[in-house]
């Protein structure tokens, strides 16, 4: 076969594609006979696709490029650690100095007190790692009934079988199903879910969930509780101000492990290092994975406070992957990190790109089809409703509207997804706010043309 590379016509990358490559959460088939899109180069917060479109990428690849694509410095740290030691492991009481100095960075940068950090190669890995964590942990402690784990629905928590159970998605357990002793409360989800009540009352009322559930299941067979600061996959759900303080008063009442999962929050998304400092959460594991690298190497973990670090370490933990704190990752995330540092990222979100930002994304509530505006950090989300004052549903399938808008974005060469019929962007943390100005620009162009579509297919009526 001839070599494949970015010269080739795009339509054989496809037929080759569509015949060899199984994409994630995708029709195959279906996508084979459309033709994926190509990206063929990322620079900032742009890329570029095999037709030569300019794309602005609003979802900073997966949530992750944080620091921007092409930056070459991470090239080049992972060059010199292949060159030095491309591959040692972490088992059998040997270690190596990347994985040394990213568990010491990490201890620096996480919360006081959360000084320990187990590795995986990516976010669902780690989560996987920190379901035997929490059960490991209570079994030392001579509690070893206390094996249930509480979660949300429309909840992600990645999408192995132990990540895809956390996560509260009824769509990936009905594919290969959901492990036992994972349970779920609803989700503070006001504008979809709230009806009559304050978005306060109804915050409350969700979190109140959690101790119902611990009353019910007893708490001597609860471990812990897992949640996304803010849910990401699940359409940028920004909780309501009350939520999280019931939240932690409860996990503190009734003792049991409580889990941030900042996969998408940390590293700088909410304008904080971590999403829990943000929102005020006082985690005993955080999940970790995609801005740690800024997704130039897959790589994940938990980081774990000291007193769960201690009890799991008094002991073996039988437990830990080939690729736990691969040298090459570990490198590059510590080179993404120091760029972050002496570049003075997460002040750049917190200072500059969040507020310019926030006064544009929440004037697109003057838009025909949008009804709320949100956005933490980086972090935000537009609710399509064909009636604002009572949050209606569209009379389509859910999601109808919102995938006629991903479209339209696409042509205007503008990455912002939808959940459902939410509109969502989490772009790379280093925009600048002329490119703010033209997301912005795009977003409202690709909203006119959809709304335009949607009037004239006559959806624009409430459920
Ligand atoms: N936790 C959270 C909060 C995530 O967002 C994972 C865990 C799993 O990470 P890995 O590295 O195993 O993918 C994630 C991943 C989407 C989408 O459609 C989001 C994720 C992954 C794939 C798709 O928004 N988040």
Not at 78 to 104: C, E, G, R
Not at 284 to 294: N, R, V
Request: proline fraction near 5%.
């Amino acid at each position: 076969m001839n070599k494949i590379t970015n010269h080739m016509p795009t339509a054989e990358l496809q037929a080759l594609d569509a015949a060899h490559h199984m994409h994630p959460f995708t029709a195959n088939t279906a996508l084979g006979k459309k033709g994926a899109r190509i990206m063929t180069q990322g620079k900032g917060v742009w890329l570029t696709d095999s037709e030569g479109h300019r794309i602005i990428d609003g979802m900073a690849g997966l949530w992750c490029v944080n620091i921007g694509y092409g930056r070459p410095e991470l090239g080049d740290a992972a060059k010199a650690q292949m060159d030095q030691l491309s591959y040692y492991n972490t088992f059998f009481q040997t270690s190596h100095v990347p994985a040394i100095a990213l568990a010491a960075k990490l201890a620096e940068l996480a919360p006081e007190g959360m000084d320990h950090t187990f590795f995986a190669g990516s976010g669902s890995e780690a989560n996987d790692s920190n379901i035997r964590l929490v059960r490991r942990y209570w079994d030392v402690k001579g509690q070893p009934e206390k094996r249930v784990i509480i979660a949300r629905t429309n909840g992600y928590h990645g999408s192995t079988i132990g990540g895809g159970s956390l996560g509260g998605m009824a769509g990936i357990h009905a594919h290969g199903g959901k492990l036992a002793g994972i349970v779920h409360i609803g989700e503070p989800n006001w504008w979809e879910q709230g009806g009559d009540m304050t978005p306060e009352a109804f915050g409350l009322m969700r979190a109140q969930e959690l101790e119902a559930m611990i009353l019910n299941l007893g708490v001597e067979n609860v471990a812990a509780f897992i949640g996304e600061p803010i849910q990401g996959a699940g359409g940028v759900i920004i909780p309501p101000s009350t939520y999280w303080p019931e939240i932690q008063r409860i996990v503190d009442k009734y003792g049991i492990l409580l889990i941030a999962d900042e996969v998408i929050t940390g590293f700088g998304r909410t304008g904080n290092w971590f999403g829990s400092q943000t929102f005020g959460i006082k985690p005993h594991i955080m999940t970790i994975a995609k801005g740690l690298s800024s997704g130039y190497q897959p790589i994940g973990g938990s980081i774990v406070c000291d007193e769960v670090a201690e009890v799991i370490g008094s002991d073996e933990f039988n437990h830990g992957y080939t690729y736990s704190g691969h040298p090459v990752a570990a490198a590059v995330a510590l080179e993404n990190l120091r760029i972050m540092q002496e570049e003075k990222i997460v002040e750049h979100v917190r200072d500059v790109a969040h507020p310019h930002l926030k006064a544009k994304w929440e004037a697109l509530t003057d838009h025909p089809m949008v009804g709320e505006a949100k956005l933490v950090g980086l972090m935000g989300s537009i609710a399509l409703t064909p009636n604002k004052a009572t949050r209606a549903k569209f009379a389509a399938d859910a999601g109808t509207v919102g995938y006629k808008t991903r479209e339209r974005c696409f042509a205007n060469d503008l990455i912002m997804r939808h959940v459902g019929d939410r509109m969502i962007i989490a772009p790379p943390l280093v925009i600048t706010p002329d490119e703010i100005d033209v997301l912005i620009t795009r977003a409202r162009k690709s909203l006119d043309e959809a709304y335009k579509i949607v009037k004239d297919e006559g959806l624009f009526v409430a459920r």
